[in-house]
């Protein structure tokens, strides 16, 4: 198991930037794979970015490419998600998670350990 603690959610005009922080504790940080995702009020969750467990390799939903980069410290045992260009339509708690595998994967159901999420507003 580890454990995920979100931060860096806030309010921000169209057009800006922030950039999230995922802190890991528990068992080895740099065996998982993570994954951020996000969900809107009355909507499914949906995957924003992926990174493999060196950070050699990314993977990002269509609607962020160009616009938000993932990256992981592993000695600091922390992801990040830097956004910019932000859109209201990226309004939505952004959820840090972690899948204890090789393979850098998109479906929130490979994901065994979740964080608390943390809260984006993008205003227009």
């Known amino acids: 198991q580890v454990q995920l603690v979100e931060s860096g959610g806030g309010l921000v005009q169209a057009g800006g930037s922030l950039r999230l922080s995922c802190a890991a504790s528990?068992?080895?940080?740099?065996?998982?794979?993570m994954g951020w995702f996000r969900q809107a009020p009355g909507k499914e969750r949906e995957f924003v970015a992926a990174?493999?467990?060196?950070?050699?390799?990314?993977s990002y939903a269509d609607s962020v490419k160009g616009r938000f980069t993932i990256s992981r410290d592993n000695a600091k045992n922390t992801v990040y998600l830097q956004m910019n260009s932000l859109k209201a339509e990226d309004t939505a708690v952004y959820y840090c998670?972690?899948?204890?595998?090789?393979?850098?994967?998109?479906?929130?159901?490979?994901?065994?350990?979740w964080g608390q999420g943390t809260q984006v507003t993008v205003s227009s």
């Open positions: 998670a972690a899948d204890y595998s090789r393979t850098v994967v998109a479906a929130p159901r490979s994901y065994e350990n």
């Open positions: 528990g068992r080895t940080f740099s065996m998982y794979v």
């Open positions: 990174i493999s467990r060196t950070g050699d390799s990314t």
